[in-house]
């Protein structure tokens, strides 16, 4: 298809069975009547752009040059790009890969086959569903996977894989935990201006707490714990988050940094 012209690529190697092509729908639609003629599985997923694909050029120009205004740091761990399957080297090499990875395919394979040639023995997926998780069991045999998402995953983390390294209070901080949570719920409200006070602005107050907190090497004070809480509550509020869902997320909360004592529920 691309050798007559038309605009298709592999979008993401996603395991040994599964990989998305993405690029202009008739090229989509042909490849996927040519595959099912040859008994392949067909699913089409609802996104709203061709990503990682060519069709994302302008997009990726657009981003590049965005990135040039940062001063980008070094990351403090080790952090695997999307593009190269291969830790980021130093920030410079973090832009031009940040850049590109918008039209270049997702290679969670090859991550998933670099944590298995560095020995890595257990993995644990953060944020919603478990995705991430099914894919390391369904292609990596001696790697172990979790997710925070399914309650039967959280008990084995909190009572085997924790109880093994550190205690939950220093595992998770509740600032940490509560920017993570309020990234990784779902946004039901696309008005911009909402999103920006109910969402952006607390999140940076609370950002710039954990970056302190970091700096410095200190435990959060009650006043700041109580702070990220409420960042959560304005975030939910906007984001318009269903009300079982916030009470899960809240109980996830306080279970992972056993801090329920410090709040009334």
């Known amino acids: 298809l691309s050798s007559r012209g038309k605009t298709i690529a592999v979008s993401n ?8 092509v993405s690029g202009e729908a008739a090229a989509v639609e042909e490849l996927s009547e040519t595959l099912k003629a040859r008994g392949a599985d067909i699913f089409k997923l609802n996104v709203s752009a061709a990503f990682h694909s060519p069709i994302m050029g302008f997009a990726a120009e657009k981003f590049s040059h ?17 593009v190269t399957a291969l830790p980021y080297s130093d920030k410079q ?47 990596i045999a001696d790697i172990k996977s979790y997710s925070y998402d399914k309650e039967e995953d959280v ?9 093994e ?15 993570g949570i309020a990234v990784a719920t779902k946004n039901y409200n696309w008005n911009n201006e909402e999103y920006a006070k109910g969402v952006i602005e607390p999140y940076e107050k609370v950002a710039a707490i954990q970056a302190e907190l970091e700096t410095s090497g200190r435990q959060p004070s009650r ?3 109580h702070m990220a ?20 997320r809240f109980n996830q909360l306080f279970s992972e940094t056993n801090t329920k004592k410090h709040f009334e529920v």
């Open 165 to 179: 390294s550190v205690s939950l209070q220093a595992g998770f901080s509740i600032i940490s935990r509560s920017l």
């Open 66 to 82: 965005e990135l040039k205004k940062y001063d980008l740091r070094t990351p403090k761990y080790k952090v695997l790009s999307n």
């Open 229 to 248: 809480v409420e960042m959560l509550k304005s975030v939910f509020r906007t984001k318009k988050t269903p009300i079982n869902e916030q009470k899960k």
């Open 13 to 20: 190697y996603n395991g040994y069975k599964d990989v998305v």
């Open 93 to 139: 090499q973090m832009a031009d890969i940040l850049g590109t990875q918008i039209v270049k395919p997702v290679n969670w394979m090859g991550i998933m086959k670099y944590l298995e040639a560095n020995h890595t023995d257990t993995v644990i997926e953060f944020g919603p569903k478990s995705v991430l998780r099914n894919l390391v069991r369904n292609n």
């Open 223 to 225: 006043e700041q714990m």
């Open 155 to 163: 008990k084995i983390i909190k009572e085997t894989l924790l109880n």
